[in-house]
């Protein structure tokens, strides 16, 4: 092959990789635009709320379509000409026309029902949302009485393709409209339609109407990251920036995004940490740093060099977020507040210094002996004790790698879990190894907590560990190093097949490796070692118990979409299952997460006890638990408020062990 023969087809070869590239980047932004722009899909989400913007947005849309097509047939842009004929087709146009103004007005109905007579908790009212729904209102209104005379006095054959002006027409006939006033009302009205149509277009950057624009374009250029992946600081040791302490270093997608918000509050009315009374909301979050974005880089009323922290907020302020992420599964606009919490925490913990006391004493913990609880490295493997795990060193492989976790290592309730999993594996006869000393902290506490270094360095050492060793795929007990090695190691080179222990326990079970009793409907508690606290006596709680209600960790479910296998795992052990009214992606946090477990809180104000109630609501006797996090909060708030002896929390392999009696 001549060398010019091998450059074109390299040159192709490019090409093509780059067009595919290409398409791989924009398919999901096509995709977006059809299900979230055009679809109104999460809009949808909320009935009534969804019901009144999908038909204002599509009444809209096919208002200024049908008009834009209207203005091209009278020929007044030439060359561009649409010549409809006024045959069948023009009936359609005038059917759909009327149907798209009727929903507009419908729509304004049911908002200004919502806003004015409803009046939902989260949702504010400013000027702007009256004008634009009064604007809406008298833009479709006049339309239609335009038509209306139009209709009462020419009367043509097809009148009733345009129902709802027809019915205007039969109502002015019937008040008596004068007719001989028809052409002098008719041209005062079609200016007033024009002049209120202009008014709305201009005031669109001005009002929150600019959600028309911003919000669109913000669900097209968000980052494409796993819901559960934060952005890397690239390059940490030489960068200047390190996190964010001015409004200017927001990202312009950032900045974007402030002004796509369209204070709708769902964020608001799903958020743990506002539900619990705290003096904290994502919507409020937003709107003050969109508020700091327009003083300090467009109207200059403050610098924009204005530190946020000292003018905004207060430093406790974004360490009320558990970075639960129920506030961004929810935002119509895509809008995720947790980026800019976590870029705040990092400036506070890499920049200025200035950080709650229970932030730096965990930090110090992480940086001194390498986990969040601050204990001696050398009593990793102490909870294996007795139970033969197997420590794989360099160059030797197994099946399933088991990375144990700080949680499971360090803290003795959860130290328990992992015997307790890992006597299931051992009865499943799964190939399975741990690291042993060699495991560090994944990182994930401090990068929730705004330390990146911590975070790239621990992630680099256990890479550079897994490196070593063979296996085919890592198993986690902890949603948080689940989520971290899946979403968050590809950034720093680390690629691996991470499951959650409930995934590899559904697949053993369905697999026929695993047997679980059931039928009784009865769960001995504290029938093994694994349900026992410190010092109790398995006399004391061995007992049965029928209810248990499985609590989704925010990490597990809302950020990886795993659901159904602690589920089922539970329905397979016998137990009788019973659902909190929160569930699912709609679950509510514990307050463990985003560092919560390691922050000092009011009494009044802790989510886990808000959560607990929801247990208690459908009497639960056990709340299932599949996250060490979720596991501590639960045992918290059970103990501060002394109700051991009426509910218990226990992890779902805690659960699965009693049952198999291992
Ligand atoms: S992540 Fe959770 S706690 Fe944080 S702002 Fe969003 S809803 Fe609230
Ligand atoms: S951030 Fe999103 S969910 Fe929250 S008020 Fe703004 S648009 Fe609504």
New binding site residues.
């Given amino acids: 092959m001549s060398a010019d023969a091998v450059a074109s087809r390299q040159s192709s070869v490019v090409s093509r990789l780059t067009f595919r590239e290409w398409l791989v980047r924009t398919m999901p932004r096509v995709g977006d635009f059809f299900v979230h722009i055009l679809g109104q899909v999460r809009i949808l989400k909320k009935l009534y709320p969804g019901v009144m913007h999908f038909m204002i947005f599509w009444g809209v849309m096919i208002q200024v379509i049908g008009t834009i097509i209207n203005i091209l047939n009278m020929a007044l842009f030439l060359p561009w000409v649409i010549t409809a004929p006024r045959n069948g087709w023009y009936l359609g146009y005038e059917l759909v026309m009327d149907i798209a103004g009727a929903m507009i007005l419908l729509g304004v109905l049911m908002a200004a029902f919502r806003r004015y007579v409803l009046r939902p908790k989260t949702l504010e009212t400013h000027w702007d949302d009256t004008v634009a729904l009064v604007l809406l209102f008298l833009i479709a209104f006049v339309g239609f009485t335009n038509e209306g005379i139009r209709l009462m006095v020419t009367r043509p054959a097809w009148a009733a393709w345009s129902p709802v002006g027809n019915w205007t027409a039969s109502i002015m006939t019937a008040t008596g409209f004068p007719v001989q006033e028809a052409a002098a009302w008719h041209d005062a009205l079609v200016y007033t339609h024009v002049i209120l149509a202009l008014l709305l277009v201009g005031l669109v950057p001005f009002t929150k109407m600019r959600h028309l624009v911003n919000t669109p374009l913000n669900i097209l250029v968000r980052p494409r990251r796993e819901t559960g992946e934060l952005a890397k600081i690239e390059d940490i040791e030489t960068t200047e920036i390190l996190g964010v302490g001015k409004v200017a270093e927001f990202t312009s997608q950032q900045l974007l995004s402030f002004d796509?918000?369209?204070?709708?509050?769902?964020?608001?009315e799903a958020c743990p940490a506002n539900f619990s009374g705290m003096k904290y909301s994502?919507?409020e979050l937003?709107q003050m740093l969109r508020k700091t974005m327009v003083s300090g880089l467009m109207t200059g009323e403050t610098k924009p060099d204005a530190e946020i922290m000292s003018s905004v907020m207060s430093d406790e302020y974004p360490w009320q977020c558990t970075t639960c992420g129920a506030?961004i599964i929810?935002?119509?606009?895509f809008?995720n507040?947790v980026d800019e919490i976590v870029d705040l925490r990092r400036y506070q913990l890499l920049t200025s210094g200035k950080m709650p006391k229970s932030v730096g004493d965990t930090m110090r913990n992480m940086e001194r002996q390498g986990n969040p609880w601050g204990m001696p490295p050398e009593n990793r493997m102490a909870w294996a004790e007795g139970l033969n795990v197997r420590e794989l060193a360099p160059c030797q492989e197994t099946d399933v790698l088991f990375f144990t976790g700080c949680a499971a290592a360090f803290d003795e309730r959860n130290k328990k879990v992992a015997r307790a999993f890992v006597k299931i594996m051992q009865k499943a006869g799964v190939d399975f190894a741990v690291l042993g000393f060699d495991e560090t902290c994944c990182g994930e506490t401090a990068r929730r907590m705004g330390h990146e270094y911590i975070f790239q360095e621990f992630a680099k050492q256990n890479i550079e560990t897994f490196g070593k060793v063979k296996f085919e795929r890592i198993v986690t007990a902890c949603p948080h190093c689940f989520n971290t090695l899946k979403n968050e190691y590809p950034q720093m080179g680390g690629n691996y097949e991470v499951l959650h222990y409930s995934e590899l326990l559904d697949e053993l079970v369905k697999a026929g490796k695993l047997q679980l009793a059931v039928g009784s409907g009865q769960l001995a508690v504290g029938s093994g070692e694994s349900a026992l606290r410190e010092g109790e006596e398995p006399s004391t709680v061995h007992r049965s118990l029928s209810t248990v209600t499985y609590h989704d960790s925010c990490y597990l479910g809302r950020y990886n979409d795993i659901y159904a296998e602690p589920r089922i795992l539970l329905d397979k052990a016998g137990v009788n299952r019973v659902e909190m009214a929160r569930k699912g992606e709609n679950s509510f946090c514990c307050g463990g997460g985003g560092g919560g477990m390691w922050l000092e809180t009011d009494a009044n104000t802790r989510i886990n006890h808000r959560r607990l109630k929801d247990a208690l609501d459908v009497k639960a006797e056990v709340v299932a638990t599949a996250c060490p996090y979720c596991l501590l909060m639960f045992d918290d708030a059970i103990r501060s408020k002394g109700i051991g002896e009426q509910i218990k929390v226990m992890d779902i392999a805690e659960v699965l062990a009693a049952q198999m009696e291992v």
């Fill in positions: 796509a918000c369209l204070r709708c509050g769902r964020c608001e994502p919507k937003v506030c929810k935002c119509p606009a809008i507040p």
